[in-house]
């Protein structure tokens, strides 16, 4: 076997082992309230109870936001990213772009703001929403994941829901639509 398939069999054989270690602990690691820290991981980390990381440089993310998928237009992506320390960052690509291209813009909104954004969508009931499985044509889809605190450990929900949400989707989606608005005007 020479040097190239070897390392992909040894790769796919990590892949395999990883995987059956992290599957067992993925079902029970499901939070409805976001009030605990992952647990260990066997074979990774320390075995039981593991002390918490501490955060050396205070930069966690907050929420990871993206949009992606087809319109009666074409496709349109945008995202968004928002770290503890106030670092945000918009990427976006619209219909009407040529090509690969797209924009990207990075701003620093303030630790502040990324916090009352967290609070807000906590506020919203966004760590407890569940995916819309309502099929919308034409529509992106968006996926929101909410970390629950400001650190290493942090636990995140993630929801998917279409960009014509309904209920408490539609306060959520609003929320990041005015962050968005507020904090990268006139994109």
Same mark, same amino acid.
């Given at each position: 076997?020479?040097?190239?398939r070897?390392?992909?069999a040894?790769?796919l054989l990590?892949?395999?082992?990883?995987?059956?270690?992290?599957?067992?602990?993925?079902?029970?690691?499901?939070? $409805?309230?976001?009030?605990r820290?992952?647990?260990?991981i066997g074979g #990774? %980390?320390t !075995?039981?109870?593991a002390?918490?990381?501490?955060?050396?440089?205070?930069?966690?993310?907050?929420?990871?936001?993206?949009s992606?998928?087809?319109?009666?237009i074409?496709?349109v $992506?945008?995202? =968004?990213i928002?770290?503890?320390?106030?670092?945000?960052?918009?990427?976006?690509?619209d219909?009407?772009? !040529?090509?690969?291209?797209?924009?990207?813009?990075v701003?620093?909104v303030?630790?502040r703001?990324?916090?009352?954004?967290?609070?807000?969508?906590l506020?919203? %009931?966004?760590?407890? =929403?569940?995916?819309?499985?309502t099929?919308?044509?034409?529509?992106?889809?968006?996926?929101?994941?909410l #970390?629950?605190?400001?650190?290493?450990? !942090?636990?995140? $929900?993630?929801?998917?829901?279409w960009r014509?949400?309904?209920?408490?989707?539609?306060?959520?989606?609003g929320?990041?639509?005015? #962050?968005? !608005?507020?904090? #990268?005007p006139?994109?």
């Amino acid at each position: 076997m020479n040097a190239s398939r070897s390392w992909i069999a040894a790769s796919l054989l990590l892949g395999g082992i990883v995987l059956t270690a992290w599957a067992p602990r993925a079902e029970s690691s499901s939070v $409805h309230r976001m009030n605990r820290s992952f647990p260990a991981i066997g074979g #990774f %980390g320390t !075995a039981g109870a593991a002390a918490p990381c501490t955060s050396v440089f205070g930069i966690e993310p907050v929420l990871l936001y993206d949009s992606t998928g087809s319109s009666l237009i074409g496709p349109v $992506h945008e995202g =968004l990213i928002v770290y503890s320390d106030g670092t945000a960052i918009r990427t976006r690509k619209d219909a009407q772009d !040529a090509g690969d291209t797209g924009r990207i813009q990075v701003r620093n909104v303030g630790s502040r703001a990324a916090r009352m954004l967290q609070g807000a969508l906590l506020a919203a %009931g966004a760590a407890e =929403l569940c995916d819309d499985p309502t099929y919308v044509a034409d529509v992106p889809m968006a996926k929101l994941t909410l #970390f629950e605190g400001l650190a290493p450990d !942090a636990v995140a $929900h993630t929801v998917c829901y279409w960009r014509a949400p309904v209920g408490d989707a539609q306060i959520v989606e609003g929320l990041v639509r005015n #962050f968005l !608005a507020t904090r #990268f005007p006139g994109d």
